[in-house]
């Protein structure tokens, strides 16, 4: 799986929107990009994931560039209980992927 | 979204006896589920990838007959931490592969707190 970078931490306002990057220059053609969160003291939630398409769903918006070396993911209006580890994984969808390796992620802190 | 359940949440146990975590999933059918492992504000490690009907992959330096992996169902793997030492005190998270899904999306378990005295 290819390996994934992430700023250490990061500060968001209370309502604004948080982008976290992530840079995954080495990404095959055949994985997705996914994005995971850890709450203090609780499994990893899952976020969004997307292959080369943008993505939004409820929780986030998935920008991936057109080169896919990069992406971004936007939390549109940043709460308190965002606070929390964010971690952006590339994985393949071939027999046996699934394993995640997981980098140190993104501190973010949402501030009041 | 799917849903992933580890139980028990926590566990306290004593050094030398054997406890067993359970993962399951819960809406869906899961022929490869994996354990990690993570230590206080460390990343996740990967121990071991559990597939149903037969035996478990398990990562360098992990030990297998430390670390008991059983996944007898298409919903349900456990992690048996045997002879228990203070060291192996962490954080035990499991998570499934939906393959109903697009890109086969991992969900994970809410995590088992392990604490050997």
């Known amino acids: 799986d290819a390996k994934t970078t992430q700023p250490t931490s990061m500060d968001c306002a209370e309502g604004r929107a948080a982008n976290l990057p992530c840079n995954h220059s080495t990404i095959s053609g055949n994985e997705y990009v996914y994005w995971y969160r850890q709450i203090h003291s609780q499994g990893p939630q899952y976020i969004i994931h997307?292959?080369?398409n943008n993505e939004t769903n409820e929780m986030a918006s998935l920008i991936i560039t057109e080169d896919r070396k990069s992406s971004t993911l936007i939390l549109p209006h940043a709460t308190l209980r965002d606070t929390a580890v964010y971690y952006c994984?590339?994985?393949?969808?071939?027999?046996?992927?699934?394993?995640?390796?997981f980098g140190d992620g993104t501190t973010l802190t949402v501030k009041p | 979204g799917a849903v992933v359940s580890q139980h028990p949440s926590w566990v306290i146990c004593k050094s030398g006896t054997s406890v067993k975590i359970e993962c399951r999933s819960l809406?869906?059918?899961?022929?490869?589920m994996f354990w990690y492992r993570q230590f206080p504000k460390q990343s996740l490690m990967l121990m071991a990838t559990?597939?149903?009907?037969?035996?478990?992959?398990?990562e360098q330096g992990v030990e297998k007959d430390k670390f008991l992996i059983n996944h007898a169902s298409l919903t349900l793997s456990t992690l048996t931490v045997t002879s228990a030492h203070p060291e192996d005190s962490s954080f035990y998270i499991c998570s499934a592969r939906n393959r109903d899904v697009s890109g086969n999306t991992i969900y994970f378990g809410e995590g088992s707190w392990l604490t050997v005295v």
């Open positions: 994984i590339v994985r393949g969808v071939n027999t046996n992927a699934g394993k995640s390796t």
């Open positions: 997307g292959l080369k």
């Open positions: 809406d869906f059918q899961a022929t490869t």
């Open positions: 559990s597939n149903e009907g037969s035996k478990a992959t398990y």
